[in-house]
């Protein structure tokens, strides 16, 4: 995200959304987030540096939930992207999905899983 807001930062204005702007990659049921809250909604101020923190996802989406949604049975029972072998349910939201970026899943990294609904 921080090379997306490097990209535009010629063309922010402070305070000014680039949804705003017409320039926005989000998700589309996060608009009112962008309309009414701005930035802050997510990063905690008006003016980011940095990526959202987990906490700012987990407000609105249950960790929990998403595990229940994305559980796999029998030999793919660990491939779950959001209640893993290796991380369990603590990968940051961020490592596989991006507000304001296409990303990929952090598993694809070095497995050939399917993620067929994720969202990008």
Known sequence: M??????FSS????????????K??????????????KCAAC?????P???APDNSCLKCHSVDKLAQQT???????????????HYGKD????ECHGEHVV?????KDCHTFKFSNFKE
Do not use: F
């Open 2 to 7: 921080m090379a997306m807001l490097l990209a």
């Open 11 to 22: 063309t922010v204005v402070a305070g000014e959304t680039l949804v705003a702007q017409g």
């Open 24 to 37: 926005i990659l989000g998700r589309s049921y996060h608009q009112q987030l962008y309309t009414q809250h």
């Open 43 to 47: 990063h905690g101020v008006d003016k």
């Open 49 to 51: 540096s940095s990526r």
């Open 71 to 85: 559980a796999r049975q029998g030999d793919e029972l660990w491939q779950n992207p959001h209640n893993n072998l």
């Open 91 to 94: 990968v940051p939201c961020t």
């Open 103 to 107: 990303k990929q899943p952090l598993c």
